[in-house]
């Protein structure tokens, strides 16, 4: 019989890194994947660049083939909201092989909001660069529940 999935990851958004590892110490399976098949990449990408990293070097890789939202959607929605474009995003983008109409959505709203940032992810990759064509995202999310 299959170990039942988690109905959410929330919980994991309020642990600092070092439980994080603590967990690891315990064998505890990072890939883990909650019932709407969201997986840790989701929580780290809106809590820190170091979590981030340090699921990288466990050896997972963040899944963008989801529906909704995935872990770039969330980094990108994370750089809006600090004005800058964060580290996470930068590790994250390296993984995005097919561009989706969210991504350059958001990507959009960084091109008209914050100019710099947006030249900073197209000299990153120019899939990145979005056209006056592509709408901008006009939803900001107020709260995510894993």
Do not use: C
């Not at 600092?16 to 989701?42: C, H, M, R, V, Y």
Request: charged share 25%.
């Amino acid at each position: 019989m299959l170990p039942k999935k988690p109905s959410g990851l929330s919980m994991f958004g309020g642990l600092p890194l070092n439980k994080w590892q603590s967990l690891q110490d315990e064998k505890f399976d990072f890939a883990l994947e909650d019932t709407w098949g969201n997986d840790l990449f989701t929580v780290a990408a809106q809590k820190s660049v170091e979590h981030v990293d340090w699921l990288l070097k466990y050896g997972l890789k963040p899944n963008m083939d989801m529906l909704g939202l995935d872990p770039f959607d969330l980094a990108l929605e994370d750089s809006y909201k600090q004005r800058k474009l964060t580290q996470a995003t930068i590790r994250l983008s390296q993984f995005v092989d097919k561009i989706e109409l969210s991504h350059l959505a958001r990507i959009a709203r960084l091109k008209v909001f914050f100019p710099e940032e947006y030249q900073a992810l197209t000299d990153i990759n120019k899939q990145f660069m979005v056209t006056d064509e592509i709408e901008m995202n006009q939803y900001r999310q107020v709260k995510m529940y894993f």
